[in-house]
């Protein structure tokens, strides 16, 4: 989860300018040295100081170099100290000031200037300066620094640009003839900035030393950040402890310096199990269920002093694949899965309701469009659906020339018996229910499936190297802007499962999307974008190279004690800044 | 016996290399590598996978990669990089090697301290009911895995709320004075050191029983009984002396497990071990991770079936190795 902040925008503005707006009842904010502090206005209670917040991860931090993270349980921990120039509303997935506390964009989109807002220091007591924005983009850009930002700064091979102005202006320039404008705030988002005093020797020896420093085994006094807390200890396999950031910079609606609590810590337990119980019994504050524990935890609500929220759905899901690619099938399975028709009759014989009740205890929603229904910016809803119906889906087949012969078996216009392995992840017990809800209903239409389930490492294998599969059940992470995922849309991607790297687009609708993705990335209204979008999920769902099943939906439980609770997108329960312990100290 | 020692240690280099060069190779037939997971990011390019593949060094040939690794080892005692961790594999195998010491020894003091007088007195009254009891809780000890029963106990423990439910240590350990955090471990160690301890009571007291039973029936206890020596000299001072040589095997072989044996339980009741992250490493493929901590297993193996032969030698004289 990664920490976000809302700006009063239109306060920001007048404040700025000195001027105390006529009739507004809020006083003049401001800290001592920060005369434009951010202000967490979404935050539905004022809080209380004290107190310490005790959550549970199943995995330990793998690094504290907010540069080259790449896992959650490392993100939770930088997550916490480190920031970037823009932030992301956790409740409308809209972009916010942060470090930067505004900027501007030349009139042909290209060049963009940033303003660090005044007096942010970092925990040690150095002054922020651009200075640290410019290091921390030369480190992305450093060889042997292994970071997943560098590809997104990268358009078309050619780096971003940028210059340093002055002490707190910035300039970013991007590409001529590319515009990446679209996205570019998102982009700009995903680079923390990291403090150059602090790691300007370890990149002075190389990318491979700079990938190594903070590490885990980091003496947390060496770790400055800007963020709400600091990093106190950490004992691997155990827990890490982070303290208040004493000299943070943003305020509540009163003023008052954020964040309230004292101390956050988080645990690392072995597994879901134990996180579950700890929750139960009192040891941790927060509990991310899964849907099917939601009715078990609702039931217990009053006697363990905690709330379980109906949340929204995340914004990944589990889809179905078939091979598309001449290097990995041959005929007569490559024309069945090149065909739409075939794809559309699989697509009717997929139970989403069943899936939603069997696997999720009902806590999902049928998926139609590669864009989850909880991402409220950008989801389509008026994509073609296909709901479940095995007649349907046999006329469908019979149309495009299939016959289901005496002995039950489906045939193919030229006699071939429809037969094909259907694979996934083996030890994900949620694809392994969805993968035999598929194969009994593939089987009812004639069609001879086996379900085979491998080791997650040859599964990648076959799907990044060989190409030797022929459907599979996966789930990708998904971010809040679909751009972002060009490896996957992009006929040129790597991850274009279904049929990738490919020279030029082999059919019309994936040259469409390609084409929507260029002029996405190009669009800085959006608004505008999310009619691209639009556009963009209905091909999908019209040719189906991916059958999304559903969007699970998420089920936060969080202890009565801590206050300011307001789910957001993705069933995040609030921010870390504004989080408080309603009751005097533990 | 010095010689004997020294030719044991000698033999211990072959079998490592043997060891190290195997499991190199088999792990890196297996299918994938530690990239496989980031190649499935949508925002992650193949260049990018490539070029980190290049800093990890698994762009080479296997056999460069374990020369390399081998060199490492002679010239400065490393053991390499984890992948996953950015930090040497020798300390993150010292950040919990402490751990699972700790464990382990706990519970093979309390498996041997229960286990070997329960032994001897389930032996010298046979077919009693207190016999028959003891021998149907070994059984269960015996039968259930230790994941079962570290699940149960953490359920225990949920339920009673009297232990801490999984873990080694409370949230305000640091601030505890020097008595308070050995009480503190030793709270979260009821559990875990509990569930192996009877596992392994289970069975050296099965053994010891059965040994003793045997040594009873021998002609020279016969005859310590005929010349009116008392019962208590005849069992102590004769014939457990006797049954325990077998055991003495046994130890070396707990020797040998103390940085392994707990490596299940460890994932289920949440210690911070060797165990977790060694399953971790291999399920992620952090190829030199799970290189060291195999050598350090059999290092551990090797050496505590050396310690059972010398402790078998100081304790049957009948026993000579020269």
Redesign the interface.
């Known amino acids: 989860m990664r920490r976000t902040a809302i700006a009063m925008t239109v306060a920001v503005i007048l404040l700025a300018g000195g001027i105390v707006p006529l009739g507004a009842q809020q006083p003049k904010l401001s800290l001592p040295g920060i005369p434009n502090p951010g202000v967490a206005s979404y935050a539905p209670e004022v809080g209380k100081y004290g107190g310490?917040y005790?959550i549970s991860q199943i995995?330990d931090p793998?690094?504290f170099n907010p540069i080259?993270v790449?896992d959650t349980a490392s993100g939770a921990f930088t997550g916490a100290y480190s920031e970037s120039l823009v932030d992301q509303d956790y409740l409308t997935g809209e972009i916010v000031p942060s470090l930067a506390e505004s900027w501007t964009t030349s009139q042909d989109g290209r060049t963009w200037t940033f303003t660090l807002r005044e007096g942010i220091r970092w925990s040690d007591g150095k002054p922020l300066t651009t200075e640290d924005v410019d290091f921390s983009l030369k480190a992305i850009f450093t060889?042997?620094v292994?970071n997943?930002a560098?590809?997104?700064l990268t358009f078309q091979g050619q780096p971003l640009k940028w210059k340093v102005l002055d002490r707190r202006r910035i300039q970013f320039t991007t590409p001529r003839n590319l515009c990446p404008v679209g996205l570019f705030l998102r982009l700009i988002g995903a680079v923390d900035v990291v403090p150059k005093h602090k790691l300007g020797d370890a990149l002075a020896r190389g990318?491979?030393e700079f990938?190594?420093t903070w590490?885990?085994?980091a003496n947390p006094k060496d770790i400055a950040g800007t963020g709400p807390f600091i990093l106190q200890?950490y004992?691997?396999?155990?827990?890490g402890v982070l303290l208040r950031n004493p000299g943070y910079w943003q305020v509540d609606i009163k003023g008052q310096r954020l964040p309230y609590l004292t101390r956050y810590?988080i645990?690392?337990?072995?597994?879901l199990?134990?996180a579950r119980?700890?929750f139960?019994?009192g040891?941790t504050d927060f509990y991310p269920a899964r849907p099917r524990e939601f009715a078990e935890l609702k039931a217990g609500e009053k006697a363990g002093n905690y709330t379980v929220y109906d949340g929204p759905e995340g914004f990944g899901s589990e889809f179905l694949v078939l091979n598309q690619n001449p290097a990995g099938v041959a005929p007569p399975k490559l024309t069945w899965f090149q065909d739409v028709r075939f794809r559309r009759a699989l697509n009717h014989a997929i139970d989403r309701n069943t899936i939603a009740q069997q696997v999720y205890a009902g806590r999902a929603t049928p998926a139609w469009s590669p864009v989850s229904i909880g991402n409220k910016l950008y989801f389509n809803d008026k994509v073609p659906q296909y709901p479940y119906n095995l007649d349907r889906a046999q006329q469908l087949l019979a149309e495009a020339g299939y016959r289901k012969g005496a002995d039950g078996l489906l045939r193919d216009p030229q006699g071939n018996v429809v037969e094909f392995t259907l694979s996934t992840n083996a030890g994900n017990t949620d694809r392994e229910a969805i993968g035999n809800i598929l194969r009994q209903d593939f089987v009812k239409l004639g069609m001879r499936v086996t379900f085979a389930p491998e080791?997650?490492?040859?599964l990648?294998?076959k799907?990044?190297g060989s190409y030797k599969w022929e459907a599979i059940i996966?789930g990708?992470?998904?971010?809040i802007e679909p751009g972002?995922?060009?490896?996957?849309w992009l006929s040129s991607g790597?991850?274009h499962m279904w049929r990738p790297n490919q020279t030029k687009p082999e059919t019309e609708w994936e040259a469409e999307i390609d084409r929507l993705f260029e002029q996405v990335a190009c669009e800085p209204s959006s608004a505008k974008r999310k009619t691209l979008y639009a556009r963009f999920q209905e091909i999908v769902a019209q040719n189906l190279p991916l059958m999304y099943f559903t969007n699970p939906k998420t089920q936060p439980a969080v202890r009565n004690t801590i206050g300011n609770v307001k789910l957001g997108l993705q069933g995040v329960t609030g921010t870390l800044e504004t989080r408080y312990y309603k009751l005097a100290y533990k | 016996m010095l010689r004997h020692i020294a030719q044991r240690l000698i033999n211990l280099i072959p079998l490592l290399f043997g060891v190290s060069l195997l499991s190199f190779v088999v792990i890196q037939l297996s299918p994938g590598d530690f990239l496989s997971e980031m190649r499935l990011n949508p925002v992650v390019s193949a260049e990018t996978i490539e070029a980190m593949r290049r800093n990890f060094g698994l762009d080479q040939p296997v056999h460069i990669q374990y020369l390399k690794w081998l060199r490492q080892i002679f010239l400065r005692g490393d053991l390499g990089i984890s992948f996953a961790y950015h930090v040497p594999v020798t300390w993150l195998i010292g950040s919990r090697l402490l751990n699972t010491l700790i464990l382990n020894i706990a519970a093979l003091i309390i498996a041997w301290a229960v286990a070997i007088p329960i032994g001897i007195h389930a032996a010298t009254r046979q077919y009693s009911w207190s016999d028959n009891a003891l021998s149907m809780t070994a059984y269960l000890g015996i039968s259930t895995p230790t994941f079962f029963s570290g699940l149960l106990l953490l359920l225990v423990a949920f339920k009673t709320r009297l232990l801490p439910i999984g873990g080694m240590t409370s949230l305000d350990y640091e601030f505890f004075p020097w008595y308070g955090k050995i009480l503190d471990v030793a709270r979260h160690l009821v559990i875990p050191a509990t569930v192996l301890a009877f596992t392994a009571s289970a069975g050296l007291m099965r053994q010891m029983r059965g040994n003793l039973l045997e040594e009873l029936r021998q002609d020279y206890v016969r005859t310590a009984r005929a010349k009116g020596l008392a019962e208590r000299p005849v069992i102590y001072k004769h014939a457990v002396r006797n049954a325990i040589n077998p055991l003495i095997t046994l130890f070396g072989f707990e020797i040998g497990g103390l940085l392994s044996g707990s490596a299940i339980l460890e994932n289920v009741v949440g210690w911070p071990g060797l165990g977790r992250l060694i399953l971790e490493a291999l399920v992620q493929k952090d190829l030199y991770v799970v290189m060291g901590s195999l050598m350090i297993g059999s290092v551990t193996l090797v050496l505590g079936n050396l310690m059972a032969d010398i402790l078998l030698a100081v304790a049957d004289p009948r026993i000579r190795y020269d």
């Open positions: 310490t005790v995995s793998r690094t080259v790449q060889e042997g292994d997943s560098v590809d997104l990318g491979a990938t190594k590490g885990i085994n200890s004992v691997p396999g155990q827990r810590v645990l690392t337990v072995p597994n199990e134990q119980l700890k139960l019994a040891e080791s997650f490492p040859s990648v294998g799907l990044t996966i990708l992470t998904g971010g972002t995922g060009r490896n996957v790597d991850l």
